[in-house]
């Protein structure tokens, strides 16, 4: 068979949104943020909004999620994406709006922003990219660096008298009034990239539907910062990551109100 | 109140209802003394019910500018207040929106520091306001009211100007003038912009892509070629409104032989001042920057020609003094009157200033 008989539309098994565009990405190999942006994309065309989208993206590594999914974007100061787009979702109510931000984004440096934006209930959807380090930064201790772990600036591993603990910013998120939908995935199989779809979905779709503010983490891996293989990244998460912050839905005020309408 | 109605109100509360008069869109701040009434004013009026202009109190200042880089960013009119330690912790948002070109305005009721100072009046944050504040190569537009009548006409005004160049723009105020209260006719109603002429009116905004290309707004790029290209763009974009927007206000200049320059509520005790020195037969006049930034440089240059001498009157340490030396050149002696911590100068103190540091001297 030549290449051209082999690209015909019959045999598509697997195709990458439109909404993606041909830039070359500059995310490491096997780095979570490339399959989170793709799952964006895919839920985007899904729902039909792309014409009324607008994402807010962070400063860290995917401070360039502008360049690879064309859609309008604002490129936020270092923690300040939920502020951008509290803002841009009351001005423009019918719009989808989210932001995308790491660890240190959004529980270090943006910790006001996060917890007062999802506290307030900004009908706005947060993807958060847990990979506990500075990826962008070169590998430093992020807030959410696991206890004994080791990066360029907790090079003895993080220890509770020098660097504290490590921070559950989710947990603290389903405890307030204002999320609707609280809850953390991964993207490491399969089965684990299609319920992380589901949930953006899901988080999406309540920030069309005024629901309040939605969270969905994925605990991530970043084989650059974490020194390790891409399939090594992903073992070390499911033994270490996965214990301290287990996956599954935290909060989700919908799947409540639905059982209490069926009781 | 109706249309031309004059009323009497503090400069504060006369911000607040000029914003919602001239269409803004939305407001974000978070309380500071001496301007927290702006945000009560317009909590009290409810303009989400009237014009659908959202009020939101931020969590932080941080939190208000970043709200209004965002707002700003979807081509929306909307403006934040605070005063000075609040307008410190703006600058990051202040220079990514220049960075982006994000229009966005920022009322400053000035009071005194360094620090937390004082809640007393200031005009300290005039290298601030006028040097761009945060990082980078960035000028803002600065406007300087000196009535609780400029406060409200200067908020349409400073939305126009920084829609119209894409990029932030202060009212720069003080507590005097934002705590004082006097007549003013509020300037009449113009209804917001419908999303669809924001769509037209600023194509480059973060609409939604509503059918064409998408818009991305960033203040960044690691291409050093193109970092250099858009700064040049922002320097060329910084010339024309220096060539163009220079407001200012003179006062007795013509027969003048000594100079009183002065912003804000400073110019409104030098008013005084110069009756006083009238009176006495000294033959001076007064020229008041509107703009800090653009600074009417050549007027000044322009005046101190025939100048015996010009007199700085700040309430601050001799900020704007090196803008008007600048201005000077040498053409003529330049002294200062400042008075600093939420001291503000008398008429009578800036009388004896001129004629001991000019005139005498
Ligand atoms: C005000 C400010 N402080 C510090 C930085 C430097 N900086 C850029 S990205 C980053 C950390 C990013 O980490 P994270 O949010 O976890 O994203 P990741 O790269 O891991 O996806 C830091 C500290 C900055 N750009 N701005
Ligand atoms: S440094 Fe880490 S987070 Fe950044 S692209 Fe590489 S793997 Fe991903
Ligand atoms: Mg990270």
Known sequence: MTREEIIQPGNLVYRKPELMNDNPMHYCPGCSHGVVHKLIAEVIEEMGVTERTVGISPVGCAVFAYNYLDIDWIEAAHGRAPALACAVKRLHPDQLVFTYQGDGDLACIGTAETIHSLNRGDDIAIIFINNAIYGMTGGQMAPTTLMGMKTSTCPYGRQSDLHGFPLKITEIAAQLEGTCYVTRQAVHTVAAINRTRKAIRRAFQNCLEHRGASLVEVVSTCSSGWKMSPTEANRWMAEHMFPYYPLGDLKDNLTKQNSAAAE | ?361
Not at chain 2, 182 to 199: C, G, I, Q, S
Not at chain 2, 270 to 288: F, T, W
Request: with cysteine.
């Open chain 2, 1 to 361: 109140m109706t249309e031309n109605e004059v009323v009497l109100m503090k400069g504060n509360e006369a911000i607040a209802h000029a914003a919602i008069r001239c269409g803004c869109d939305g407001y974000f701040g978070y309380p500071i003394t001496p301007q927290s009434e702006i945000l009560e004013t317009l909590a009290l009026e409810k303009p989400w019910e009237t014009t659908g202009m959202v009020v939101v109190q931020a969590e932080s200042e941080l939190a208000s500018i970043n709200m209004v880089y965002g707002g700003g960013a979807t081509g929306k009119r909307v403006m934040t207040s605070s005063s000075s330690p609040g307008v410190a912790l703006m600058q990051e948002g202040i220079t990514y929106m220049a960075g982006a070109e994000i229009p966005g305005v920022i009322v400053n009721v000035q009071r005194g520091g360094p620090g937390l100072g004082t809640i007393q009046p200031s005009q300290g944050d005039y290298f601030q306001s006028t040097r761009g504040g945060g990082n980078g190569d960035y000028n803002v537009i600065v406007l300087a009211p000196a009535s609780v009548q400029e406060m409200a006409d200067f908020m349409d005004l400073a939305f126009q100007l920084a829609f119209r160049y894409r990029t932030p723009a202060i009212i720069l105020s003080d507590g005097i003038i934002g705590q004082m209260m006097e007549k003013v006719v509020l300037p009449p109603y113009k209804p917001r912009r419908t999303d669809e002429e924001v769509a037209r009116e600023c194509p480059w905004a973060a609409t939604g892509r509503r059918g064409r290309r998408n818009n991305i707004l960033t203040s960044l790029s690691l291409d050093p070629g193109f970092m250099e290209r858009h700064n040049e763009h922002l320097q060329q974009k910084y010339r024309v409104i220096r060539e163009t927007e220079v407001r200012y206000e003179e006062l007795l200049t013509d027969d003048a032989e000594y100079l009183i320059v002065a912003f804000g509520s400073a110019a409104r005790i030098s008013q005084k001042a110069i009756e006083l020195l009238r009176h006495e037969g000294v033959r001076v006049g007064m020229l008041r920057p509107i703009t800090l930034w653009p600074f009417p440089t050549p007027r000044i240059a322009e005046l101190a020609r025939r100048m015996k001498g010009i007199l700085c009157a700040e309430i601050n340490s001799g900020q704007m003094l090196d803008d008007v030396r600048l201005a000077v050149e040498g053409a003529c002696p330049v002294a200062l009157h400042g008075r600093m911590g939420g001291m503000v100068p008398t008429p009578e103190e800036i009388a004896a200033a001129l004629r001991e540091k000019l005139i005498k001297g």
